[in-house]
């Protein structure tokens, strides 16, 4: 179970102008227009109960409960992800998770064994290691779709989009002496820093950025913009103001809102669409089945998950089915009930890329290292040397040295200073590095 320990809260989302031009979702479509939600913030790795201070993405979920049914956005603190194909996720997980022999999480040995095969995943590597792996508080951090995504409007007109919560309470995170003061106190900071503020009506917001690309500008990025291991450099796609969240109440029953909220990238309201990323084709399938297993079969019924507005659909039967059924015609399309029919408007957009082919193979552009070096040297000095201590602090823990090497030269071709700085705090040298790869 990925995410298990979370906290979550109830807001509203306010647009700040009229998108139409670029969706045709409805929520966005009027400057001012308001629209109930549910958000969940979780820590990834370790399971419920374990400290909100581990050094660990954090999910960061979005319920939008909008007029035309639920949308959510199921983003992360971290810009990138760590792979890029959603077939390695479940090995991911594995190799981050409890060893099925000493049953202990996030074990060195087995997170860079796996992470020293795949070289896409240098950039986010160098996100968790630095002190954004660590955000001070839910409320301090913000919050990225990672993917990109389609925004299609009333013409069928489709523009790529990703977006971004931007914290209005400023982002802080803590260095790892910071973190480990904490954990020696309290292990649920984040969740009762959430609830005290919302308690006391110091509501929290962020503000929705979105960049936006068309088809066209891809071909002349030296990167793939739909690769979850690449963000949009400003310079190519500024930031567009979309609205603003206010998260102004909390559950009243832990279990029966937070725990059992359940979000996929799969929900989706029209105009808005998943990118043809790998990765998020992934996803749209993996959700709802761990949903039904943790949950149960009718988890959409439930208050926390239910749309606000009435929903058609000829889903029915299955334990705990609460949802009113009625009639004899439970089927689409029917002579005796021609009145539900299929409608244009929510059919997806058509992906149309030149010569393009299904195929099991890596990406165009894969660019592994590029944007690991630009963040390594956009880093203060400080953030350096976080970075390099909490970095090679984990790779000592690593036996084989083929490992460690491997590793080393990931961060080598990203930045040089950035290898070699690794590698003086490992006592290798270039000789060493040489004889082991
Ligand atoms: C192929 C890649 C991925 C797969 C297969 C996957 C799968 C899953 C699954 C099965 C869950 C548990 C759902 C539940 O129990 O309700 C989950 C939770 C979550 N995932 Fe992913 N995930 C992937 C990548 C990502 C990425 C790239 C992000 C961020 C953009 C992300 C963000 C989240 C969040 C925020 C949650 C927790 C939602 C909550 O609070 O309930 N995941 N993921």
Do not use: C
């Amino acid at each position: 179970m990925v995410h298990a320990r979370g906290a979550g809260a109830y807001g509203e989302f306010v647009a700040a102008a009229d998108f139409t031009d670029v969706t045709k979702a409805k929520f966005l479509s009027q400057a001012g227009k308001k629209t109930p939600l549910f958000v969940r913030f979780s820590t990834v790795v370790h399971p419920s109960g374990s400290p909100e201070t581990y050094r660990d993405p954090r999910g960061f979920a979005t319920k939008f409960y909008t007029e035309e049914g639920n949308y959510d956005l199921v983003g992360n603190n971290l810009p990138v992800f760590f792979i890029r194909d959603a077939i390695k996720f479940p090995d991911m997980v594995h190799a981050f998770k409890m060893s099925p022999v000493t049953n202990d999480v996030s074990d060195p040995n087995r997170v860079f064994d796996f992470f020293s095969n795949l070289p896409e995943s240098t950039h986010m590597l160098t996100w968790l290691f630095s002190d954004y792996g660590i955000p001070a508080s839910y409320r301090e951090m913000d919050g990225n779709g990672v993917h990109a995504f389609k925004w299609v409007n009333e013409k069928g007109e489709v523009t790529y989009v990703k977006y971004n919560w931007s914290t209005k309470q400023g982002e802080r995170n803590l260095t790892q002496e910071e973190a480990d003061e904490i954990q020696s106190k309290k292990i649920e900071h984040a969740t009762l820093d959430l609830y005290n503020a919302i308690q006391d009506g110091n509501y929290p917001q962020w503000d929705l950025y979105v960049q936006m690309l068309k088809k066209e500008d891809f071909d002349h990025l030296d990167f793939n913009p739909l690769d979850p291991t690449k963000i949009w450099p400003e310079a190519i796609a500024k930031p567009v103001l979309v609205g603003t969240m206010t998260l102004n109440k909390n559950a009243d029953n832990y279990f029966q809102e937070v725990e059992q909220s359940a979000f996929s990238p799969g929900t989706l309201v029209s105009g808005i669409e998943p990118s043809e990323d790998k990765l998020l084709q992934g996803r749209l399938f993996s959700y709802f089945d761990t949903q039904r297993h943790r949950i149960g079969g009718n988890f959409q019924q439930l208050p926390i998950n239910a749309p606000k507005v009435q929903t058609t659909t000829y889903n029915q039967d299955g334990a705990m089915s609460i949802r009113k059924q009625t009639g004899d015609v439970n089927y689409q399309p029917s002579t005796n009930k021609p009145e539900v029919v299929d409608n244009a408007k929510f059919k997806y957009s058509t992906s149309a890329f030149k010569d393009v082919k299904a195929v099991q193979a890596k990406i165009s552009k894969p660019n592994d290292f590029a944007q690991a070096g630009d963040l390594y040297r956009s880093f203060s000095q400080k953030d350096k040397d976080n970075l390099i201590k909490n970095l090679s602090g984990a790779l000592m823990g690593v036996k084989n040295p083929v490992i460690v090497a491997k590793m080393i030269s990931h961060f080598y071709q990203a930045d040089r200073e950035y290898g070699m700085r690794l590698a003086k705090e490992l006592n290798l040298s270039r000789e060493d590095l040489e004889k082991l790869l």
